[in-house]
């Protein structure tokens, strides 16, 4: 067999930790991106075991890890800062949680991509497939491929062009993400180097340090009220809900955007020779900071699938039987924990069931030790 190649739209964390894992494999792959510059939406990211077990299995593991941070506790508290619950991660039988910024990640994976040959195109957008092996481009031009992947995030116009969208939804909570500098007494300190769910009745800040100098913090508000959505952020509605952390919101800039949750669901994850995963497939609601998990492990997985069956559109239907199900999984748990509020009485959200995808050992990954605990 000659050397295979494919052509991807969308070079976010599906499509470029796809491109990484199928050169190292012998592919060639061209990735389009239809913005002109590459990098990450959003501010922060939380990866577990899982995800560490696929970025270790493409090589990017140690890069990743030196900038991230770990925290020694989840928490959750009251608006005053008093504590209703604690856990560590990171123990024997919990595996690791990690926090760090979208744009470190990003560039990580990137300089993966990059180093194991992927030609990546920016300024150039999708806009449909071919089950038969083409990618459409914007401006007519079709390019064959042996494989074709829309990895083009929850609006995918190659999903879209082959009529697998299925469901397509907004919740009723979203979200303004932000990155805020931390202050030196912060860091080290036995209360604010955690990760800390601040509850009150209508909104909640998720406080994420994710690294010496950076914080993420997420401000989760229902859609309908008028002052928690207001960007940029007023920083006096937030302290006066939240008072313990009025010096952090202090810090807040006028950056951010108020985003919805939303998630997506398709017929089949492929059509011939089209895949689609990522959030074009099984975008999903943040509860337990799965997405991105998800779609990597389903990278990872479907470079090997291809390895394993020749014939491209079979490949395709045993890597969607072999990794649906558990993605389908979390989807589902990911919603209800958002539908109900799981953890606004201040119980810990993170049962066995929760967990289930986080000590998931990813297709591709069961050749690594189990990772070191601590
Ligand atoms: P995207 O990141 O959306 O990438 C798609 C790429 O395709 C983009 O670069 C886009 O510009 C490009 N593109 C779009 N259309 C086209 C086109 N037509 N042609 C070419 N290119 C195109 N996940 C976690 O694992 N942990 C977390 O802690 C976490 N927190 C989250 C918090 C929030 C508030 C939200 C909303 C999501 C969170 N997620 C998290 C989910 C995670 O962000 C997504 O699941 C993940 O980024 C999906 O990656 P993707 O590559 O599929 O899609």
Redesign the pocket.
Known sequence: MGQRHAEI???????LTLATALCQRGWSVRV????PVLR???AG???WEN?LRVLQAIGVADQVLAGAHQAPFYESRLPDGTLLSQERFGTPGRGRMTTMTRAHLYDCILAAARGAGAEIVTG????GADPAGLLHVRGGESRPADLVVG???????VRDSLGLLAERTAHRDG?I?LIVDRAAAEVGHPVWDSVINFWAPERRILYSPCNHRELYL?LVAKATDAEGVRVPVDRDVWAKTFPVLADVLSRVGEQGRY?L?ESTRVTRWSAGRVAVF???AH?MP?TL?????C?IMNALGLAVALEETAVIPAALLAWEARERPLTDYTQNVSQRIAQERTGADGRSKWTPEAMRTALHVPTGTQHLAVAPEG
């Open positions: 739209a969308g070079a976010g964390f599906a499509g389009h991106e239809a913005s990450a939406f959003g990211i939380y990866i995800g150039s957008e999708a806009v990895a083009d995030g929850v609006r995918s116009a979200v993400r997420v985003d949750y990522g959030d074009a975008a943040p900071g799965q997405g991105a998990g779609a």
